[in-house]
């Protein structure tokens, strides 16, 4: 079937159509369940069925004679290291690791915080975990002790599975301080930690501490032990509004079943194909796209641990699509506005042979008109811009590869994927006319694999997402659906300013700014006016080896502003920065920067990549006449 007789029959029996997508999998029992609605307007999906997450991501695979194919590639340009792990090494890996685990207590329903960095063994953590029923809780790899130990109060791990170190372009990040300073901080305290030795930094091990390969000498393999289908495979913190970070908690059986659908249906990816992304598992992207979902279909996942430019130079994209015949590669935006920044006219391109790629999918932020068509005209392949949440783990918009290729809209997310129904939503909760701008919201029930419910905390659920609009999950994103049914996500909800009473959505003016030559990325923040309320700011980053004067490129950046949005914007503010602030996965810290251009106190981002950009910005906003009184919290 297409797009629309898939959408259309998933509208119309929603139960029928996940029951179906259940029978992919390897159930112990069954579910007769396939909706629980008793608790609306919490959901549970197959709640019932009896499986195991890791017996469907690799056992299965074993056991129908693929052993032999690759599970996991690993490239490490920062290393120089290069590894592959068929199903069958990857099983007995797995294995060994849960059973070392049982030896040493963790049982069915116990979390463990896994603090890795990007490394085939955080994979096989995950895993791990997954087949003694564990719940796991990745924290990104180097995350500050105080953000780590907020996170070991409140999922409560029995144990901590931590890399020594984390190694980037410039320097070797020592995770065992940070670890040992997280757990100093907390109230509650680990039972025992295990420590993956890596060369570039040993760490000296404590008391509580035992050595990787040393703690599974011995132990008995384990089994997959049964869980139920809405019992929680992970747990993952994702930033609140109120500092304290929320625990996205994530049910077995939806999430399984979800993945695997998305998979071929998505992404074109069938069983012995080599998807890649590249991302981190600290992330949700990671969790879906680099674990579980390509292992759930068969496929060859890449665990990359490198960056865009700068490992060793802006081609390595493009010598890991070639050496390794990725089908599809699934990253963020900014990575390809860094490569495009770097190598504009696409030289490193010309230099591999890149006929194995397919795909180009996008998502994380927003994507720029000028990087998708940069893209297209230069890799010759289906560029794909789609929007999902940390909360949903799996595609809102997009363009279904394997369903039907749909004309691509530049700029826009693409269509609502079946088991989404999204409106736009005004300030009153009623739907707004097509191509006015709103609040996403998706009717309930949301589809199996998204949150079930943030972790111990049911009532913050409730606040966060469901009470604004009753009857709808609140995506907090602007944007609008147009004519065509096509989605555009503007800007995340506090991202829409308000200028002199007229609401502008600050993705439109990036997207302007974005489109000029000389530009390789920009931001857009709304500060504080005492006349209209807000006005936009622009940060611009030019591309490599522009030499005009910037108050030239500035100059003309407001005035195109001015041409396509009107004097409506205000736009008068624009500055050229060398860098932006972003977080490690490379969303741009819009946030921050608005507090500090507002001279509001900020906290630094837990996530951020490197903190010195923030003085930076500070000194270019105080040059525009903001920013006097901004200063960083220093309290935790």
């Not at 065509?484 to 439109?508: E, K, W």
Request: proline share 7%.
């Amino acid at each position: 079937m297409g797009y629309k007789a898939t959408y259309e029959a998933w509208a119309t029996d929603p139960r029928a159509f996940w029951a179906r997508a259940a029978e992919t999998l390897d159930w112990i029992t069954p579910p007769q369940t396939v909706l629980d609605d008793r608790g609306a307007p919490i959901f549970a999906w197959y709640p019932d069925g009896v499986m195991n997450t890791c017996w469907n991501a690799i056992d299965r695979h074993v056991a129908a004679g693929r052993g032999a194919q690759a599970a996991i590639i690993y490239d490490s340009p920062v290393t120089g290291t290069k590894r592959r792990i068929t199903y069958a090494e990857l099983l007995e890996q797995v294995a060994q690791l849960g059973g070392a685990l049982q030896s040493r207590g963790v049982e069915k329903g116990d979390r463990v915080v896994i603090y890795m960095p990007m490394v085939p063994e955080a994979l096989i953590a995950m895993l791990a975990c997954a087949r003694i029923g564990a719940v796991h809780s990745v924290v990104f790899g180097g995350f500050a002790a105080h953000e780590l130990a907020v996170r070991i109060d409140d999922a409560k791990p029995k144990a901590i599975l931590a890399g020594s170190c984390g190694i980037e372009p410039t320097r070797v990040v020592p995770y065992k301080p940070l670890l040992d300073g997280a757990i100093e901080q907390a109230e509650h305290k680990p039972e025992f930690c295990v420590i993956l030795q890596r060369e570039q930094a040993r760490a000296d091990l404590g008391a509580r501490d035992v050595e990787w390969f040393e703690c599974q000498r011995g132990a008995k393999p384990a089994e997959c032990v049964p869980v139920l289908g809405n019992d929680p495979l992970y747990i993952l913190y994702t930033s609140g509004t109120t500092g304290q970070p929320k625990g996205v908690q994530r049910p077995s059986g939806g999430h399984a079943v979800a993945l695997s659908w998305t998979m071929k249906n998505i992404y074109d990816i069938d069983p012995g194909d080599v998807f890649w992304t590249a991302s981190d598992v600290g992330w949700v992207v990671g969790h879906s796209y680099i674990c579980y979902a390509p292992l759930l279909c068969g496929a060859t996942t890449l665990v990359f641990e490198g960056k865009p430019v700068g490992t060793p130079d802006a081609g390595t994209f493009w010598r890991v699509i070639s050496e390794y015949g990725v089908k599809a590669l699934f990253t963020a935006p900014t990575a390809f506005r860094a490569i495009k920044r770097a190598d504009p006219g696409g030289e490193f391109i010309r230099k591999y042979d890149l006929s194995s790629l397919k795909y180009l999918f996008l998502a994380g932020e927003r994507a720029d008109s000028d990087t998708i068509n940069w893209a297209r005209e230069m890799l010759h392949v289906p560029v794909i811009d789609h929007w999902w949440q940390t909360e949903t783990g799996w595609t809102i918009a997009g363009n279904a590869m394997g369903l039907e290729p749909l004309p691509v809209k530049t700029g826009s997310a693409g269509v609502p994927i079946p088991g989404y129904d999204i409106r736009i939503l005004g300030e009153d909760g009623h739907e707004v006319p097509r191509g006015q701008l709103g609040a996403i919201a998706i009717k309930l029930p949301m589809p199996p694999g998204c949150l079930q419910t943030l972790w111990q905390a049911e009532e913050r659920y409730r606040d966060s997402y469901l009470s604004r609009f009753p009857g709808y999950y609140d995506t907090s994103d602007a944007g609008i659906i147009d004519e065509d049914g096509y989605v555009f996500v503007m800007a995340r909800t506090d991202d829409v300013i308000n200028v002199a009473g007229h609401r502008l959505s600050t993705g439109a003016i990036e997207e302007v700014l974005a489109a000029l030559p000389d530009v390789a990325e920009c931001a857009v923040i709304g500060v504080a006016d005492d006349l209209k309320g807000q006005l936009p700011m622009g940060f611009l980053c030019l591309n490599s080896g522009v030499s005009r004067p910037h108050d030239d490129i500035v100059k003309e950046a407001i005035a195109q502003v001015r041409n396509q949005i009107g004097p409506v914007a205000a736009f008068k503010l624009a500055c050229v920065v060398e860098r932006l602030p972003k977080t490690r996965s490379g969303k741009i810290l819009r946030g921050t920067m608005a507090k500090i251009a507002d001279g509001e106190v900020y906290k630094m981002p837990a996530t951020i990549d490197d903190p010195a950009i923030l003085e930076e910005i500070r000194q270019e906003v105080h040059a525009l006449g903001y920013g006097q009184s901004s200063k960083r919290q220093t309290a935790p």
